[in-house]
Structures are given as C-alpha cells and as structure tokens.
C-alpha cells in the first residue's frame, strides 16, 4: 500500500465549476499537508499549505485536512481554465522533512 | 525571487554513459532533493541532503549517487545510465526542519532520455 494515494484522473470541468481534489495517506505521523501545481513542462510550485488539521483559504483555493480520516482536500471555486494543470498532495512528518507525494491529478477545465 | 535551477532541460544519453545532472539554489536553504517522475508513480524521492556532504537515500537511489560539496549545489550522478533511467528528473530545495517551514521549491526539471 502506497503511503499517499491519490486519484490520477484525468478530471474534467466545465469552467465556473467547483473541483474537489482529495489524496488519502497511511502514516498518522504527518503533520505537514501540501499541494502542488503543476503545469505541462514545468516544475511544481506551491499552491496551500497547512499544518495540522483544519481549512485553509487562499482567493478560490480550500484546503481541508482531517487527520482523523487521514484525508485531503482541495478545492477550486469557480475554476478558470488557467487552472488546467497537474495538481500533487505532499505530506511530510515533523521528525524529517522528506515529502512524500501523491500520483497527481490531472485537471482539465473547459471553457 | 527563490531559484533552483538545473542544468538542462533536455538531455538525451547512451546507455552505459556517466551522466550529471547539476541543480543551483540561491536560497541559502539546507535541504536539497532529487526526485524522478514518472506517469502513473508520481514524483518519487531519489536521494536528499540536509547539510553539505550529507545524504540520505530517498525510495529508489539504486543507479544513482550524489554529491553536495557546497551549500547551493546538489547534484545527481547516474554512473552508467541504462533505458529504464530515462525519466523526468526533479531538484528542490527547502529550509530545514527547524525553521518550521517544509516548503520545497523546484526546479523546472531536467527530461533525461537514455537511449
């Protein structure tokens, strides 16, 4: 069993349209929960960042943690086409700083 | 604004050959990683460093080695290259874990195909 699971996609949306990215993970010892954009060609930047449990809003980006669930959440409010890209969950535990990353979703948003 | 920078974009290599794969960071931060990805398997974790001339073994550092001899630079040796390396090879950096901020930031990635 992989330590982050996360659905590969391909997703696709019509523009305007709430998206909701999730990734599931194994080891009750992270802490730190991640997500990354990425776009075709291009290396990942960070898009939210959260510690520990709770939400966490950014302009039309949520993030959501549930440790209890040890379940992630992303989502997209009226989402833009510009927002077609790659998107990985990363996580990592306080002892060490290593991320481990999901698969990636693929996000394609139609306009 | 933060840079990590690779070498190469592109690189295409025989199989047998030694290959270099050289990242630059110019935030003074002390961790640095070498992650490959690859569709279906997501990025996954070749070798990191947290302080010059320390490395660590991510998930898959077998045909790979390493080499940080100074703060900004980490490199990736693939000593004999072979086709199943050929991948999209990813550097980042990130402050240490003390500082209380794991943020990684990535280079725009070196396409390696071995041929």
């Known amino acids: 069993q992989k330590e982050v699971e996360q659905d590969p996609g391909p997703l696709s949306v019509p523009e305007g349209a709430i998206v909701s990215l999730n990734c599931t993970y194994s080891n009750s010892a992270f802490q730190y929960f991640m997500w990354y954009r990425q776009y075709s060609r291009k290396g990942p930047e960070l898009l939210m960042y959260?510690?520990?449990?709770g939400n966490k809003e950014d302009g039309r980006f949520t993030a959501q943690v549930d440790k209890s669930s040890k379940y992630i959440s992303l989502f997209i409010r009226d989402s833009q086409p510009s927002d077609s890209a790659t998107y990985l969950c990363?996580?990592?535990?306080?002892?060490?700083?290593?991320?481990?990353f999901g698969t990636g979703t693929l996000l394609a948003v139609q306009p | 604004d933060v840079k990590v920078t690779q070498s190469s974009r592109y690189l295409v290599k025989r199989t047998g050959e030694k290959v270099f794969l050289e990242c630059v960071q110019d935030?003074?931060?002390?961790?640095m990683f070498w992650y490959r990805q690859d569709p279906g398997l997501g990025l996954r974790l070749i070798y990191f460093?947290?302080?010059?001339?320390?490395?660590e073994k991510g998930d898959i550092p077998e045909g790979y080695s390493v080499s940080r001899e100074k703060k900004e630079r980490f490199s990736l040796i693939l000593e004999s290259a072979s086709t199943n390396q050929t991948s999209m090879y990813l550097c980042?950096?990130?402050?240490?874990?003390?500082?209380?901020?794991?943020?990684?930031?990535f280079g725009q990635g070196t396409r390696l195909t071995v041929v």
């Open positions: 460093s947290y302080d010059v001339k320390m490395k």
């Open positions: 935030m003074d931060h002390e961790n």
């Open positions: 959260t510690y520990s449990s």
């Open positions: 980042a950096s990130s402050l240490s874990q003390g500082a209380g901020d794991t943020e990684a930031f």
């Open positions: 990363a996580m990592s535990a306080s002892a060490t700083n290593k991320l481990i």
